[in-house]
């Protein structure tokens, strides 16, 4: 496996809302210069603020306390495993140690592991015990959630300095997608069914970076399997996602596939992000020029303008980079909409690179 190397992931910027783009302007934007961190930071001072000229009720003031006084401490936990691939392990926290569904996750958690990422779980019993017992406490990392029932740490990473508690889901979802490589889900409930289709949503709008989802099974076992044929014979069949969408996830029972998919996603692509109004996938080593042609015949229907060009670093992407400088980039002028079709253009890059 490559060296991991933590993607920055780059939004397109809304469009079509002229207020919130005022709002996001920036102090001078004849020379489009992106705001410092210590300029970042007075404007959430600024925000904060104006919850008093607001009258911003005491609910609605706590709420934004507690939700960023987590994420603060979030990110600080996070930051040292930043250059680590990352997995996050959806799934019920229902499911005793004697259940084919835990062995399945305790083995994940041990060959992820060995192929150098870290998992992250919401750290109680279950699958998400599971995950950390195949993975070990070192590079297990636990976020989990305050309730009245059902989240006790898991005896792997309690009292771990990599475990953080949350009082709110929308935090806790936000770390899960955004700190991850990767997102597996084993067999569980209502949060696990939320959990992967908010990942889903996530990608195939483009809210988030394009990144696997597998939903793993025990062996021979059938959990998933309406769920597969409710995205193919409902969703497709009615047109409410594209043929292409279907990619965005993969459905196995075997271990082994499972950490496949989520390793080699990363054998040539390593991370994306939008320059202006190109995207630029960053890869691991420059493509084949007969790979480079056959990718702008097969794609060029996810190209509003122009054609796919290799480059390397952009002047546009600054010149604190670090060790993502080095990597070659392929630029292009993305629709940003088909990201099912990006999803097999990264395939294609993997396969052939």
Known sequence: MNEPLRPDVSLPPPRGDANFEQIQADEVPEERRPPTNEELVQQIRETADKLIRDNASRVDIKLLNTALKELRYAFKIFTPYRSVRKVTMFGSARLPASHPAYAQAVQFGRRIAESGWMVITGAASGIMEAGHVGAGRDRSIGVNILLPFEQTPNPIIQGDKKLMHLRYFFTRKLLFIKESDAVVLFPGGFGTLDEGFEALTLVQTGKSQLLPIVMVDEPGGDYWKPIQKFLHEVLLARHLISPSDVHLCRFTDS??????????????????????????????????????????????????????????????????????????????????RSLGRLRLLVNLINAEG
């Not at 054609?307 to 630029?331: C, I, M, S, W, Y």
């Open 255 to 336: 271990v082994e596939e499972a950490v496949a998919e989520c390793c080699n996603f990363y054998r040539i692509y390593h991370s994306m992000r939008y320059v202006g109004e190109n995207l630029v996938l960053r890869l691991h080593h420059p493509l084949r020029p007969e790979l480079l042609e056959k990718i702008r015949q097969q794609f060029s229907d996810i190209v509003v303008r122009g054609t796919f060009e290799q480059t390397g670093v952009l002047p546009e992407e600054g010149n604190d980079l670090g060790p993502l400088a080095t990597l070659p980039r392929l630029k292009f002028h993305f629709d940003r």
